[in-house]
């Protein structure tokens, strides 16, 4: 059995290029090498990390800003105190010594003033803009600081940025302990990171990701020409006039790739549809506004600097574990970006998904477990609403869009709020206040429709069978918590569940085959059979759970 990873040595997966800090220790001089070394290298990894604003950092309560959570500060420059007095006060230092003397060069950094300590004025290379709560979100709950890069320091990223690009050499990913990325994941045994669960460490996959970068680049073509043509637009418009616009910006685009004026043709007598491509679909499917669309020319430039240089052009991609287990790409590379961006970027690829997996696992849980219920009353409604579900997803969601008056895309939010414990209530600080954009009669219809509260309380009764009144809850990757409420408690259930079936799809796989791990599906560069993924977990897991495919 496999023992976590003791916390202290958590920084080891923040990597930042060599390259960078050498730039930045000429460009900025004394005042950025007397630091301490920590500091000099927490700064670059801020700077790496978030030299552009994407959806992964964008703080919620400034579309300009980037968050980071105290603990983030504090595994960037040690000790979010140490960060403060350098980034924002004032600091001290004095000469480090040994019993031989000073070592030149070499500094101890105070926050106070002490004897034979030099003052400082603050840096002010991150400038502080906000101060508040991210509220409840995968890898953004807790109390967020929003920042934004100082005009010296973005202007220091974009140097060294435009120096690189006719560099052929691939750049050298170390951390604050001068480890090569290559190194540290020899150590760790591939990708992920495990400091949580028990799960062994032989059970991984690799951290490179090869990416398609002409793709890449033609998709950020085809975003150059959105903006071009937003911007060509005069005055504010309504939203849906703004929306007729963009899916005519769409159709250009379309159009544009299957040719102009092109029909469907004839091949052996067959009529072909000349379909577009899976990343510009998606974006058209999913809709797009000016933010939207910078943000992904942002991740898909962050994507070409990481390939650079490289023969095969790879991303690294690592990850971590969440409380509940479930594997979270670190800066939310590939796994946290933009459909759009992911599918360009892993063209040719197979996504394979878990159909409906939480309310599968769920089912099964209760009807394994679920001795002596009273199947005949609420109990029963609660199965039966799941059961319906897992059967007739789609069908199910367009119905409920007709029956409460609600678009699709909203009451699909709003099932998915609902299975993560969203209370059913108008509460302007409730989840589905903002999944129905604050409409309290929309929010009044969902919470007041039957089958909607038959499906709200599957997840209650799934508490009562599994958790009960126990205070401690283990999932089934080991990962014990304190129990803090309903809603936390079955998503520590259901999540672990759904990081079990991931790891028995990693162990059955060819390593070199698996692009990347996304919550709930995994990703493969070649084909694969669902009737052997199916049977896969089944015998590792007991789960009988069926898996979508969908090539990017």
């Not at 001290?92 to 300590?117: F, M, N, S």
């Not at 072909?272 to 899976?278: E, N, Y």
């Not at 910078?294 to 240089?309: A, M, V, W």
Request: aromatic share 8%; proline share 2%.
């Amino acid at each position: 059995m496999k023992i976590p990873l003791k916390k202290d040595s958590r920084t080891t997966f923040n990597f930042f290029p060599d390259e960078l800090l050498q730039e930045a220790r000429k460009a900025l001089g004394e005042e950025f090498t007397r630091l301490p070394k920590r500091i000099q290298t927490g700064y670059i990894i801020v700077l790496h990390n978030h030299h552009n604003i994407i959806k992964s950092n964008q703080h919620s309560r400034d579309a300009d800003s980037f968050f980071m959570k105290d603990e983030t500060v504090e595994s960037y420059f040690n000790d979010a105190r140490d960060f403060r007095v350098i980034n924002d006060n004032g600091y001290y230092l004095r000469p480090k010594r040994t019993r031989h003397g000073e070592i030149d060069g070499e500094y101890v950094l105070l926050r106070k003033a002490e004897e034979g300590a030099t003052y400082y004025e603050p840096t002010n290379w991150l400038i502080s803009t906000v101060s508040a709560s991210q509220g409840y979100k995968e890898g953004k709950d807790g109390w967020s600081n929003g920042f934004q890069l100082s005009t010296k320091f973005r202007q220091l990223f974009d140097r060294w940025n435009e120096g690189q690009e006719n560099n052929k050499a691939p750049l050298t990913l170390i951390n604050n302990k001068d480890k090569t990325i290559e190194e540290v994941t020899q150590e760790v045994g591939g990708a992920i990171d495990r400091r949580l669960s028990t799960t062994d460490s032989s059970i991984n996959i690799n951290t490179e990701v090869r990416i398609d970068t002409p793709t890449l680049e033609k998709h950020k073509e085809q975003l150059l020409t959105i903006i071009r043509k937003l911007e060509e637009e005069k005055g504010e418009e309504e939203q849906r006039e703004q929306w007729r616009r963009n899916r005519e910006i769409g159709g250009e685009l379309a159009a544009g790739e299957r040719g102009a004026g092109a029909q469907p043709s004839t091949i052996g007598g067959v009529e072909v549809k000349h379909t577009i491509s899976s990343h510009l679909q998606s974006l058209l499917d999913k809709g797009f506004d000016a933010d939207s669309v910078r943000q992904r020319i942002d991740e898909i430039d962050r994507l070409l600097i990481n390939s650079r240089g490289k023969v095969i052009p790879t991303v690294p991609v690592m990850y971590e574990e969440v409380s509940t287990g479930r594997y979270t790409a670190r800066g939310a590379v590939l796994q946290g970006y933009y459909k759009s961006v992911r599918y360009a970027a892993l063209k040719g690829c197979y996504e394979y998904d878990l159909e409906a997996a939480h309310q599968t696992i769920l089912l099964q849980l209760i009807m394994n477990d679920g001795l002596g219920l009273d199947w005949t009353k609420e109990d029963g409604a609660g199965a039966d609403a799941l059961r319906y579900y897992t059967r007739y997803k789609s069908d199910l969601r367009e119905t409920l869009a007709m029956e409460i008056t609600a678009d699709y895309g909203v009451i699909k939010s709003a099932l998915q709020a609902l299975t993560y414990g969203a209370d059913l209530s108008t509460n302007n600080r409730k989840a589905l206040y903002k999944v129905c954009y604050g409409d309290e009669d929309l929010i009044s219809r969902i919470i007041n429709h039957s089958w909607i509260r038959d499906y709200v309380s599957a997840f209650k009764l799934g508490h009562k069978i599994l958790i009960g009144k126990s205070k401690t809850i283990t999932n089934d990757v080991g990962i014990k918590i304190e129990s803090k409420g309903e809603a936390k408690d079955m998503a520590h259930i259901l999540q672990g569940c759904e990081r079990q079936v991931l790891d028995a799809i990693i162990k059955h796989s060819n390593r070199d085959d698996i692009a990347l791990l996304v919550h709930d599906c995994v990703v493969f560069y070649n084909k694969q059979s669902t009737d052997e993924l199916s049977r896969i977990v089944k015998e590792e897991t007991g789960f009988e759970l069926e898996f979508s495919e969908e090539r990017y």
